[in-house]
Antibody, heavy 121, light 113 residues
Framework: EVQLLESGGGLVQSGGSLRLSCAAS????????MSWVRQAPGKGLDWVSG????????YYADSVKGRCTISRDNSKNTLYLQMNSLRAEDTAVYYC??????????????WGRGTLVTVSS | DIVMTQSPDSLAVSLGERATINCKSS????????????LAWYQQKAGQPPEVLIS???TRESGVPDRFSGSGSGTDFTLTISSLQAEDVAVYYC?????????FGQGTKLEIK
């Protein structure tokens, strides 16, 4: 079955760190760009970070640049997001999303169910 | 960054009637070398992750009912549901994938009248 399964969310104090993981199955993981997209409670979708299929190219939203690091382990079919210096405004459900390809024009054609990150001040 | 603006923010339509959602980008998302518009539409039902409905502004994804259609080019785009069904109640988002950062519209909440 083609699916994405996030883990690693939880409650953390402001200034703390978390590492999110996304286990992929049912497709050739290394052939696709991957991203993290978040959704604050009751709000819209907010792209956070993306990474190319081989992991050489990484991209970040300005809101997390310098605080977050995206990576992937293609041997384990797993995507990661290391989040440091967390702020209250980082509170959200974090979705792992599969890109439609590994070239420049990728949209998101598979989403996980998300993992909730709550940052307390 | 490319700003995506949807209208309206919310919409109530009777069952069987047409629903239309608009999306405007702050700059053209038509790539001239391949004449493709880098725009997707997503549906998010309550408590669920989003699902892609339309890519390249007008291409329905596999399994998406044909009552959903996308149109437009350049900076102005439209998602149309030709005959609203109860299961179409959701929030709909447009998203550009022309450039980084990827950006979404603010969402349009669609309800039954």
């Amino acid at each position: 079955e083609v699916q994405l399964l996030e883990s690693g969310g939880g409650l953390v104090q402001s200034g703390g760190s978390l590492r999110l993981s996304c286990a992929a199955s049912g497709f050739t993981f290394s052939s696709y760009a991957m991203s993290w997209v978040r959704q604050a409670p009751g709000k819209g979708l907010d792209w956070v970070s993306g990474i190319g299929g081989r992991g050489r190219s990484t991209y970040y939203a300005d809101s997390v640049k310098g605080r977050c690091t995206i990576s992937r382990d293609n041997s384990k079919n797993t995507l990661y997001l290391q989040m440091n210096s967390l702020r209250a405004e980082d509170t959200a459900v974090y979705y792992c999303a599969k890109g439609s390809n590994d070239s420049s024009g990728w949209y998101f054609n598979l989403w996980g169910r998300g993992t909730l990150v709550t940052v307390s001040s | 960054d490319i700003v995506m603006t949807q209208s309206p923010d919310s919409l109530a339509v009777s069952l069987g009637e047409r629903a239309t959602i608009n999306c405007k980008s702050s700059q053209s998302i038509l790539y001239s070398s391949n004449n493709k518009n880098y725009l997707a539409w997503y549906q998010q039902k309550a408590g669920q992750p989003p699902e892609v409905l339309i890519s390249w502004a007008s291409t329905r994804e596999s399994g998406v009912p044909d009552r959903f259609s996308g149109s437009g080019s350049g900076t102005d785009f439209t998602l149309t549901i030709s005959s609203l069904q109860a299961e179409d109640v959701a929030v709909y988002y447009c998203q550009q994938y022309y450039s980084i950062p990827r950006t979404f519209g603010q969402g349009t909440k669609l309800e039954i009248k």
